[in-house]
């Protein structure tokens, strides 16, 4: 049996009774105060804490070797056993702008890959039909008068020619191009044709 009342001085106290038959005493204990802790449990608690520190503490040093390895490895790539002592480059090396003006001005008609001059050629329809961040789209006349007033002077004569005969017969169009089935465009100012 138990019961449980207050005592004078304001705190409780729990009277266990044993066994009334054996001796008839009654024994009082005193009530712990709210503040305390057993100090099973508080030691628990403290291992616990304990533990947990050196979960963190082994993370940190297991961070800390990394670190350390990754460093220790820049530290050998950067050093003077990876470094470039020669390069061997195959043909002539301009490096002189002058020479290299030359060399480029002096590179006409067949020299340049017939690939390269109808890249010329598309790249000046392209360039001044479609609008750019600083202008809107010139138009496609724009940029056919530019091409035949070029023709033999910057651009293939006979790429020019190849091309304003597409354009002229309507056989060449932006639209069946990748970009414009991928990206959609807002008219900004003349429609190509």
Known sequence: MRDVHDDESGGRSTIIIKDLDES?????????????????????????????GRKRLIWVAIAAAILVVLVGAIAVLASSLFDVRSVDVQGAVYTDPAQLSE???????????????????????EGMTHR????????MDAAVAEIAGGRGTRY??????????????????????????MVPTVPTGPTPI
Do not use: N, Q, Y
């Open 132 to 139: 750019r961040p600083h202008r809107d789209a010139l138009g």
């Open 24 to 52: 008839g005493s009654i024994e009082a204990l005193p009530a712990r105060s709210t503040g305390s802790m057993d100090p099973r449990v508080r030691a628990r608690r403290i291992a616990v804490r304990r533990a947990k």
């Open 156 to 181: 293939d004569p006979a790429v020019v020619d190849a091309c304003i005969a597409l354009i002229e017969e309507k056989r060449f169009s932006f639209a069946a191009g990748i970009e414009h089935a």
């Open 103 to 125: 060399i480029v001005d002096g590179l006409k008609g067949d020299a340049i890959l017939l690939e390269a001059r109808i890249l010329a050629v598309a790249d000046v329809i």
